[in-house]
């Protein structure tokens, strides 16, 4: 595949995104290095003047832009979802610099469509989005001062995918990785799965399936994958369903 | 010297910069890559609340920037000048990209102070001030859209820096990797309860392990992980051995 058309296959998606000036100059960091699919949740004002004030020569970029009203339709039809992250959080899902990581999404991108999913400029990913992230990405700063600005962000990462899809391609194996509807829908069914076998129980569900996604998410599943681990589950279900029998079960984390 | 300390010997040079706006988001940036001297050649305005507001968490910055009336007063002191290009020009000095520029210039701020050297927002640097450049630096760009925001640009440069002076130490989330032995007896557990319930039969059977343990192997499972999935594994087997029906089940990989 071309260059361009790697970067083609990289979506910039801002959640919620407060300072329609910040959705202007992330479109203007976007286009110098060659980004144009922003997609925009939610944003509190767009389109608007300030927006392309702060767009400069970009404006055609925002004119492109994709508002959406829910993180699943941003996501739509996306193989990889790179969150962007200031912060150490409690569920450690795997963090990568921007070096490390952008030569990973070139390569999904390579095949198929990617995001980079960045937060509101006040307080990042919700929890809901981090769980749809395959990993995260954490730009290294002065550790008494990590507050870089959303477009400043949105600058750096385009700037290492620049030079990351200018790499050698590597030889990688055939991969068909699932799409992110997939992926939910595997991860709906397994806690319905474990909720009605007994594993998953109302207290712990919620760190649990956490967990769960996070195991997942760094094997990045592949859509073969995913129809044995649902095969399994569905053979689970039906067994317990032709003999109908549902009860509560001892969760047993300790053997 | 500290690793501080070189970030301590790079001066940032604004000359006559036009939207004080501008000034304020620069400072932001050098702020969060560690850097603090700001030197401020004939700025339109300032202070000013815009520069401010714009430099959010970075006002100390700016109250400690020295504004000067000359390139000569900026550079005072100063032992190696880089200066900031979109273009190419004439006058052929030395060109490096960021990468290529920022560890020369490490080298020499471990022994003296050196400068970076921005232009205008509109028409970067004179011909006078290109002729004090030691080199210059280029920030790769869409060719059909270079035009950076001069803090976007500083953000870059400051980035950088920060790894070339080797500030950062990849700060890794905390893991307990599982042992070999830990991962076989997971796999070995996983064959017994999928062949328990019907899910792997003779014939498949090593076909499909290989291809779940590909994918955990990819995920590089957790100790915690692993007792998560045997806990499942046992609640399934558990709950079947209780209701005394093991029979033989379809496979289901279509659904």
Same mark, same amino acid.
């Given at each position: 595949m071309d260059k361009p058309e790697i970067l083609n296959h990289v979506r910039v998606v801002l959640s919620h995104?407060?300072? @329609?000036g910040n959705i202007g100059a992330a479109a203007r960091a976007m286009k110098t290095m060659g980004l144009r699919d922003l997609y925009l949740i939610n944003?509190?004002?767009? @389109?608007d003047r300030q927006a392309d004030a702060m767009a400069a020569g970009a404006v055609d970029v925002l004119r492109d832009a994709v508002v959406c009203s829910s993180l699943d339709e941003a996501l739509q039809g996306v193989t990889l979802v790179a969150g962007m992250s200031a912060r150490v959080r409690d569920i450690s899902q795997e963090v990568f610099a921007p070096r490390e990581a952008m030569p990973l999404l070139v390569q999904q991108a390579m095949r198929q469509p990617v995001a980079l999913l960045f937060g509101t400029e006040?307080?990042?990913?919700t929890n809901q989005e981090l769980a749809r992230c395959q990993f995260m990405v954490r730009i290294p700063a002065n550790p008494s001062y990590t507050s870089l600005n959303l477009a400043a962000a949105v600058q750096l990462i385009g700037y290492e995918l620049r030079l990351a899809s200018g790499q050698e391609e590597c030889a990688l194996p055939e991969v068909c990785p699932a799409s992110a509807e997939q992926v939910e829908r595997f991860f709906r069914h397994m806690e319905d799965t474990l909720t009605e076998i007994g594993f998953?129980?109302?207290?712990q569900s919620t760190k649990l399936m956490q967990k769960l996604r996070r195991l997942y998410a760094r094997a990045r599943l592949e859509q073969e994958e995913i129809n044995i681990l649902r095969g399994i589950l569905t053979v689970t279900t039906d067994f317990n369903a032709r003999h109908g029998v549902i009860e509560s079960n001892e969760m047993i984390l300790k053997k």
């Open positions: 995104t407060t300072h @329609p944003p509190r004002h767009f @389109p006040m307080s990042g990913l998953l129980r109302a207290q």
